[in-house]
């Protein structure tokens, strides 16, 4: 490769530039300076360039990761090979990148490289998969000599006895650290390298304790692996500037006096003393932690730390050593770092690994030397403390999670580069410096929040000594085992390289298969060599698809095959037996347009050949005079045939004459088009690559009718809408004469089922038998219900007038269904009717609550106002299709809005607007007109029946139907009539939701559907379904669901309390009087405005469907009378004892806050002046930590009224926190604050409240040296 040089003036051609071909440019850095990329608006240098290559890269995403940095962009193919700097990076596996920053450090330390080459694996000692050493050899070898851009950390983790989930976690770069070096000592225990961690990073320091009044000293020596520095002092708002300043800060001593007095040995009593740390050793790497996360004890959040800290490339550790102590002559107290490590020892910074070496090393004794032999070799000492920088190890993101790379300088160059997971580039100081952390404007003790997040965490530094900094080993001075391992590692990356060749020359394509017994679509994935050929893939898929026992070899082929069309595009012929498949398949893609079927033959049976251009065609044939439908038999055609053409294809191959035949294609779902013009191509009528048809060719008078008037037509709309339901009875028949009558008249004498069900088969046109059923049954019914009338004591006059309706019925499903109205006067009779307001459709109630008390009520009286049923939330809250064209969306607006505007509606205009769920209107006449007729039903034995009684019903109906004729159409075989019992819609995993918009049709049902039918009356006009919930205001859970009811516009407040009565003795074991309870509005969990005995439904309370109300029972009488009056839940704040008192409610005549202390003094017993009260937050309870309810609510506002800001109580069931402000908060010791810390946050994470400080739970770090440990016993 020759240089180009710049100031030549030589053309291109004379710089050997060649015409017509590819000329390929190499750019390279100048003067070590890499080429910068220019800006395409500015057309200057991009100045951010530094920063694309050592930040988190957004390519390569992982949890937490931010995007501080702007990264390149790399190719496909640059990923697969080194990296131009000669580095290989490594693959984060998930969340490992704090693990690649550490191992690329220690790759990129000579003298940890080199001695974890001298250690040999001995193969008959341990498991090379469990052996940490050796698996950082084979790394460290692959990250030397690999070819790749980088390779994995996989095998690492798996001797740390890590499974998979591990690569989920993020762990602290500092922890990681301290535990492999743990690791490493135990792995090398006995070994050459035994010592080898405490010889490169181990140092060693003196805690001491000096008295000040006679000079008395007692000290210990411990070790350290690693300095943490604190970023900013505890309580301060100023952050340490430099490395430097935290140095000096770290071995400040502090004074003990006061409280903190040390007791002296030597004066035997109390004195004031300094306490510190001193530093003896320091490693030849030193490694210093940044302490940038911290706690906050104010929000009690983790937080980091992001201020500006800077660090120098050369650091000076020799001011570091205070020679103070060894001048002076009084007699110390020597304790061994094997003592129990007392409070006062700084423990709580250090994180250190003790050890029993009581002397100390590097020139540095304790002994009683004369003072100047120490002091000269502490000299000696000073003066060899130089440090350079070479790791940077950087976290980007929060406290919380973020993004770890390491910036390494490498001793061979001098050059800095950044190593970020498998992104390895060059970088300059200038990149290094921006690790500092920090932004502009003053630092204040928030700063850090708004700071830039990535910044350095950990620094290493290594002594600055040419006697003992050791270079790389080269390849001819590695041990032979090493040799031998480079030499195994590059061979397994030759079979990977090759095997990687070989996928690059494999097609994987769908295949599909029809099994030729079973007679079921296969599928599954043919991976086939390029240059296999046709013959040969066929012997592959055959083996594939396992169809080895049900037909020979010589049977089979493969064939190009649509899966989505269900299209054969064509066949391979015998000669293209020996072409290779990459050609015929078009090539090696990632994806191909097209699958592959293996197709199946009968060994007396010829393929038939399928060239491309063809389409296929499923022909049914039609029989009128059975109205059947045949299965489809498979036909091609070409797309320029004619009709007629096409007629004669079709005659040979169903056997019917072309001449009286009609053809009608099927383009899409119910559009049937004749295909009348015999000239007219396929491609002209619509015909694509797969077709659907139906053919007819009797000579009956039909072929005259107008195509739409024709049976044909008729019979095909059917065929098209009609679906196949499975449909689930009740288990158990109602227990009332009512039921009993019905079904002896539905059913026979006999009441089987079966029965019943063969009396309803037939198709549209042949429904006599159903109308004979419902026939008898009406007269029965009828009789029974006029009967029931005459009993009835309290009938209207407006209710006798609906007897004479029974007269005038033509319809028998219209009769049948006219009978509910009668049925349930005596519910009627105590329900004042008045014109409806906000009058909306029934939908399930958006509830979280699943309730599955099926027929409980029911089974004991049929007639009962309430019912119980499955809920699912929000199902009925899309838009769904009506027949009238609108959806049930804007149909509720419409009612709003009408609503809102105060307009009183009739019941005929309710009718006609609102799509009401009723089924009946003022005579009890159906609303449900049943236009299209279709309904076959018969007996189907399900295996999912549960229990004896359980019958199924396989039904065919047209689609088009409406839900009120649906149900009526069931009636003989529920053995109830429609409007007592109902419909619900099964879906995945067996959830259920209640269909009742019965004037929607069932184009929303598909085929095999299953529907459950169960007993309880439907919703008359006027009337909503209302779930009732239990409040219970000092229980854990105060929303606990009791029933559902029925209440109706007009019923006051008192009748729904006296309906509810035997309600709740019987179904919830509650024997309440009507004086005991209450009900009040509820609002998701919030109680809301009590309701008062004289309201009325519709007119003084808003009730719609969906409503949910509170039933509250009463320690007493009911102290709310009048709507001026204002019912609050208090609860008393004990900041002495840090607990809260039940809640008490406070009912009061006014919003006045005087008020308010008046009542909370007299529950309390705190005088007026003294009561200190605050609005409870969120959700009812508004719970709260005990931690912060002292200082987080706004105490005491400064207003008068509570109805105004910022309190804007306006509504009765506000919670209120009243306090004695004399009452001093308890201080807290740090064991009492997080223990209770912990209480609390169990106590609001149970109750489904806020938890102001719920962190991420993590897991702890640990290296397994016996392998994978056992899950169960290892759990914390």
Request: with cysteine; charged share 30%.
């Amino acid at each position: 490769m020759t240089p180009l040089d710049q100031t030549s003036d030589k053309s291109i051609l004379e710089a050997r530039f060649e015409v017509g071909k590819k000329n390929f440019l190499r750019l390279t850095d100048k003067d070590g300076e890499q080429p910068h990329i220019m800006s395409e608006e500015s057309g200057t240098t991009d100045d951010g360039n530094q920063e694309r290559f050592i930040g988190p890269l957004p390519t390569e995403p992982s949890l937490g990761s931010t995007n501080d940095y702007v990264c390149q962009n790399y190719s496909y193919s640059s990923i697969l090979s080194k990296s131009e700097t000669g580095y290989v990076g490594l693959v984060n596996q998930a969340m490992t990148c704090y693990l690649n920053s550490l191992l690329q450090t220690l790759f990129m330390t000579p003298e940890f490289r080199n001695a974890l080459y001298k250690w040999e694996f001995e193969e008959s000692e341990e498991d090379a998969v469990m052996s940490i050493p050796y698996q950082l050899q084979r790394l460290f070898v692959l990250l030397q000599t690999s070819k790749k851009r980088a390779i994995e950390t996989t095998d690492v983790t798996r001797s740390f006895g890590w499974d998979s989930s591990e690569a989920w976690q993020q762990h602290d770069v500092q922890e990681l650290c301290r535990v492999m070096f743990d690791a490493l000592e135990q792995k090398w225990k006995q070994t050459e390298q035994a010592d080898l961690i405490n010889q490169l990073y181990q140092g060693k320091l003196k805690d001491y304790v000096r008295c000040l009044e006679c000079g008395y000293e007692g000290w210990r020596i411990d070790t350290y692996l690693d300095i943490p520095l604190v970023i900013r002092p505890y309580g301060s708002n100023q952050a340490f500037a430099s490395v430097e300043e935290a140095l000096h800060a770290f071995i400040q001593p502090e004074i003990l006096d006061g409280p903190n007095q040390y007791f002296c040995e030597r004066c035997k009593k109390k004195c004031d003393a300094r306490k510190g740390l001193r530093f003896l050793h320091f490693p030849y790497l030193l490694t210093l932690q940044l302490k940038r996360f911290d706690f906050d004890y104010t929000t009690m959040h983790r937080i980091k730390l992001n201020d500006r800290m800077t660090f120098p490339e050369e650091l000076d550790m020799s001011t570091f050593i205070d020679v103070e102590d060894e001048k002076s002559p009084q007699t110390e107290s020597c304790t061994d770092s094997g003592a129990e490590n007392e409070g006062s020892c700084h423990s709580d910074q250090m994180s250190n690994d003790f050890s029993n070496d009581d002397g100390v090393d590097e020139g540095i004794c304790l002994e009683s030397n004369s003072g100047a032999e120490r002091i000269s070799k502490v000299g000696i000492e000073k003066n060899s403390l130089l440090y350079e920088l070479f790791s940077v190890m950087v976290h980007s993101g929060s406290a919380a999670g973020g993004h770890y790379y390491a910036c390494i300088k490498s001793f061979n160059d001098e050059q800095w580069y950044s190593f970020n997971d498998q992104h390895v580039s060059k970088i300059t100081q200038e990149d290094i410096k921006k690790t500092y952390g920090g932004s502009s404007g003053s630092r204040g003790y928030y700063s850090s929040a708004f700071a830039s997040s990535t910044n350095a965490y950990m620094l290493i530094y290594r002594l600055k000594d040419p006697t003992r900094n050791a270079k790389f080993l080269d390849v001819n001075e590695y041990p032979e085992h090493i040799k031998q391992l480079v030499q195994k590692e590059k061979e397994l990356e030759e079979q990977e390289k090759k095997q990687r060749e070989i996928e690059r020359n494999t097609c994987k394509i769908k295949l599909f298969c029809m099994h030729p017994v079973k007679q079921i679509m296969m599928e599954n994935k043919l991976e086939v060599h390029k240059d296999k050929t046709l013959k040969e893939a066929v012997k592959i898929a055959y083996k594939i698809m396992d169809i080895e026992e049900a037909v020979p070899l010589d049977c089979c082929r493969l064939v190009k095959y649509d899966e989505f069309h269900d299209y054969l595009e064509r066949s391979f012929e015998e000669e293209e037996e020996d072409i290779p498949m990459g050609l015929l398949l078009g090539g090696v893609k990632s994806t191909y347009m097209f699958d592959l079927l293996l197709e199946t033959r009968t060994p007396d049976q010829v393929f038939q050949c399928y060239k491309p251009g063809e389409v296929m065609v499923k022909v049914h044939v039609v029989d009128l005079k059975t109205e059947s439908v045949a299965p489809s038999i498979s036909v091609r055609a070409y797309l320029n045939q004619t009709v007629t053409e096409f007629k004669q294809l079709i005659s040979k191959a169903v056997c019917l004459p072309a001449e009286t035949m009609r053809v009608v294609l099927e383009r899409c779902y119910n559009d049937l088009r004749l295909l009348n013009v015999g000239n007219k191509t396929l491609k002209a009528e619509g015909f694509f690559r797969s077709n659907k048809v139906f053919v007819e060719s009797s000579e009956s008078l039909d072929r005259q009718m107008a195509y739409t008037d024709s049976h044909l037509w008729k019979l095909l709309d059917r065929h098209a809408n009609t679906i196949r339901l499975y449909v689930s009875l009740p288990e158990q028949s109602p227990g009332s004469q009512f039921k009993r009558t019905v079904n002896q008249k539905a059913s026979g004498d006999s009441g089987n089922l079966d029965e019943a069900c063969a009396r309803v088969k037939g198709p549209l046109g042949n429904m006599r038998s159903v109308e004979a059923v419902l026939e008898e049954s009406t007269e029965k019914l009828k009789s029974l219900s006029l009967q029931q009338e005459q009993e009835g004591d309290n009938a209207d006059s407006s209710k006798s007038t609906e007897a004479s309706d029974f007269e005038s019925i033509e319809s028998p499903l219209n009769e049948v269904d006219s009978l509910a109205s009668a049925e349930n006067r005596e519910l009627e009779n105590q329900i004042q009717i008045s014109d409806p307001e906000n009058f909306q459709s029934e939908e399930r109630s958006d509830s979280d609550v699943n309730n599955d008390r099926s027929t409980s009520s029911v089974d004991s009286d049929i007639l009962s106002s309430s019912h119980s049923s499955d809920t699912l939330c929000n199902v009925d809250s899309a838009p769904m299709p009506l027949a009238n064209g609108l959806d049930s969306h804007s149909i509720t607006s419409s009612r709003r809005s009408k609503a809102n505007e105060g307009k009183k509606e009739t019941w005929d205009t309710a009718e006609d607007d609102s799509g009401t769920d009723s089924e009946y209107d003022e005579s009890g006449k159906s609303t449900g007109e049943a236009q299209y007729m279709y309904f076959k039903a018969e007996p189907y034995a399900s295996d999912e029946g549960s229990g004896e009684g359980q019958k199924w019903l396989l039904v065919h109906v047209d689609k088009r139907i409406t839900l009120s004729s649906f149900k009526q159409h069931l009636e003989p075989f529920v053995g109830v009539l429609s409007s007592h019992f109902k419909v619900f819609r099964v879906y995945a995993s067996n959830q259920e939701f209640e269909s009742v918009r019965l004037n929607e049709t069932l184009s929303s049902f598909s085929d095999d559907n299953k529907i459950t039918i169960r007993l309880g009356r439907a919703l008359k006009k006027g009337e909503y379904r209302v779930k009732v919930y239990q409040l219970l205001i000092n229980e854990p859970e105060p929303c606990k669901f009791l029933l559902d009811a029925v209440f109706a516009k007009g019923m006051t407040v008192r009748q729904s309390k006296e309906e509810l009565l035997p309600q709740l003795r019987e179904q919830c074991g509650l024997d309440l009087t009507i004086d005991r309870f209450r009900l009040r509005k509820k609002t998701w969990k919030n109680p809301g405005t009590v309701f008062l005995d004289y309201h009325v439904y519709e007119e003084d309370i808003n009730i719609s469907s969906n409503w949910e109300v509170f039933l509250e029972i009463l320690d007493g009488a009911e102290k709310m009378k009048s709507m001026s009056q204002l019912a609050v839940l208090s609860r008393r704040w004990r900041p002495s004892e840090m607990k809260l008192d039940s809640f008490q409610e406070v009912v009061l005549e006014s919003s006045s806050v005087d008020e308010l202390k008046e009542k909370l003094s007299e529950i309390s017993g705190i005088p007026l002046e003294y009561i200190e009260f605050a609005k409870g937050r969120g959700t009812f309870p508004c719970d709260i930590s005990v931690l912060e309810i002292h200082q987080d609510l706004d105490w005491n506002p400064k207003v008068s009224a509570l109805n105004v800001w910022p309190l804007y109580i306006c509504d009765d069931g506000a919670v209120i926190f009243y306090r004695d402000k004399t009452e001093e908060l308890i201080e807290l010791t740090d064991e009492q604050r997080n223990e209770l810390m912990k209480k609390e946050s169990s106590r609001l994470q149970k109750t489904g409240h806020r938890v102001t400080y719920s962190p991420r739970k993590e897991k702890a770090l640990k290296i397994y040296l016996d392998g994978a440990p056992n899950r169960e016993s290892t759990q914390d």
